[in-house]
Every structure is written in C-alpha cells, then in structure tokens.
Nanobody, 124 residues
Framework: QVQLVESGGGLVQAGGSLRLSCAAS????????MGWFRQAPGKEREFVGA????????AYADSVKGRLTISRDNALNTVYLQMNSLKPEDTAVYFC?????????????????WGQGTQVTVSS
C-alpha cells in the first residue's frame, strides 16, 4: 500500500505558474509509476502525465505538452507537477496516482492508489 497526499494548488492568473507536490508514504516509492490526472466540474477524470519509476521517462497528454512537466525525487518520496503558461481550461482538481507495474498508462483505471486531490483555479 502507498498513501498519497497532494499539495500546492491554488488560484493563479492565466499565464502564471504553479508547482504541485505529491508526497508518498508506505512501500518503496521507487517501485511505483506515478501519474497525474485532473477532473474539472462535470467532466471525467483525464490523464495529464506519468513518469517512470526512476524518473528517466515521462509521457504527457497533448493538451499539456510543453507547459507541464513531471519530475520525481525518490529520496524524498515525492513527485512534482510543474505547471507553466496556465490557461483557464487547466482549472480542475489535480490528483496524483500510483501503480506498481512499470508501464506508463493514461487510463485512470490502471492506477489503484490515489491522493485526495488539490484544487487549481486559473483566472482569465
């Protein structure tokens, strides 16, 4: 089991930046592929990006490529989501998620462990 806690959300103007953090506890953090997802009101949860166990490879949704970057620090048991050039359509609750298998997946059903989410609001 792994427990996940997100932080760093808030209100930001369009064009601004935020960095989200997800702290993990429990089994060895480096055993997990970590993903970020988001869910806007009235919409389904959607894939933002994922990073492999050692942090050497990441995958992103087309809508965020070039603006959002995932990184991880296995020594600190933390994964980050750096968000730049934010747009109002980025407004959502952002969740981190974990899976033990090594593949990067974009389906939320492939991630058994989830944090509680952190709200990001981008004003125009």
């Amino acid at each position: 089991q792994v427990q996940l806690v997100e932080s760093g959300g808030g209100l930001v103007q369009a064009g601004g930046s935020l960095r989200l953090s997800c702290a993990a506890s429990g089994r060895t953090f480096s055993s997990y592929v970590m993903g970020w997802f988001r869910q806007a009101p009235g919409k389904e949860r959607e894939f933002v990006g994922a990073i492999n166990r050692l942090g050497g490879s990441a995958a992103y949704a087309d809508s965020v490529k070039g603006r959002l970057t995932i990184s991880r620090d296995n020594a600190l048991n933390t994964v980050y989501l750096q968000m730049n050039s934010l747009k109002p359509e980025d407004t959502a609750v952002y969740f981190c998620a974990a899976r033990l298998e090594f593949e990067l997946r974009d389906n939320p059903n492939d991630y058994p462990y989830w944090g509680q989410g952190t709200q990001v609001t981008v004003s125009s």
